[in-house]
């Protein structure tokens, strides 16, 4: 079964730069996540989706960052204009159907980023 | 609030030493409870859960208790491996699906 799949895996960027990287969620799944992983601050969650709608931005760290999802089987994070301090590992991961005892997430290989 | 504390890495064994890594937890009600690996250079996977006090989870060795009275689901491993050295992560998760992940416990083990 295919998994999470992000691309690019490794993108170098100037600062400045637009960057966008891309997110497959496995088929069937109707929650997608954005995370950010870095040495100083760990694993924080971004933005979450459900059939496609934002359901919590409250982790996107300023109007640089934006995240779409236009259908069921993609996202993008873009940000635009990238800084330094907006290199780190950006996963995406997906789940499928809610329920009360909590489920499990898949998570992609991660997108690692650096801006210079 | 909502927090899962884990123990401080880097934590480093001996091949077929006994690991324990610390989890505490702090929420409301009562979490679904995970411990998720991650490999260099890969994502993050899900090694056990528990769903439930008194419940166990256990994968590849590898073994949690879900206690209620002391909020703790601390990983256990009776004899690791070189190939176990990864980062290990607790998290919990809260309605409506918002996963939250403690910092991570760096494991090494050397042959």
């Known amino acids: 079964d295919a998994g999470v799949i992000q691309s690019p895996r490794h993108e170098v960027t100037e600062m400045g730069q637009e960057v966008t990287l891309r997110c497959k969620p496995i088929?069937?799944?109707?929650?997608l996540f954005w995370y950010r992983q870095t040495m100083m601050r760990g694993l924080e969650l971004l933005i979450y989706?459900?059939?496609?709608?934002?359901?919590?931005d409250s982790g996107m760290p300023e109007d640089r960052f934006s995240a779409k999802m236009p259908n069921a089987s993609f996202s993008t994070l873009k940000i635009q204009p990238s800084e330094p301090r907006d290199s780190a590992v950006y996963f995406c991961?997906?789940?499928?159907?809610?329920?009360?005892?909590?489920?499990?997430?898949?998570f992609g290989e991660g997108s690692w980023l650096t801006v210079v | 609030g909502n927090s899962v504390t884990q123990m401080e890495g880097p934590v480093t064994l001996s091949e077929e030493a006994f690991l324990t890594i610390n989890c505490t937890y702090t929420?409301?009600?009562?979490?679904?409870l995970f411990w998720y690996v991650q490999y260099p250079g890969e994502g993050l996977q899900l090694l056990l859960k528990?769903?439930?006090?008194?419940d166990k989870g256990s994968n590849k060795g590898f073994e949690a208790t879900y206690r209620k009275e002391t909020t703790s689901f601390h990983l256990e491993k009776g004899s690791v491996q070189v190939s176990d050295s990864a980062v290990y992560f607790c998290?919990?998760?809260?309605?409506?699906?918002?996963?939250?992940f403690g910092t991570g416990t760096r494991l090494k083990v050397l042959a």
């Open positions: 088929s069937g799944h109707d929650y």
């Open positions: 989706f459900n059939n496609n709608v934002p359901i919590d």
């Open positions: 991961a997906s789940s499928g159907r809610v329920s009360i005892s909590g489920n499990t997430i898949y």
């Open positions: 528990a769903t439930k006090a008194d």
């Open positions: 998290a919990l998760i809260r309605f409506p699906y918002k996963y939250i």
């Open positions: 929420a409301t009600g009562y979490p679904s």
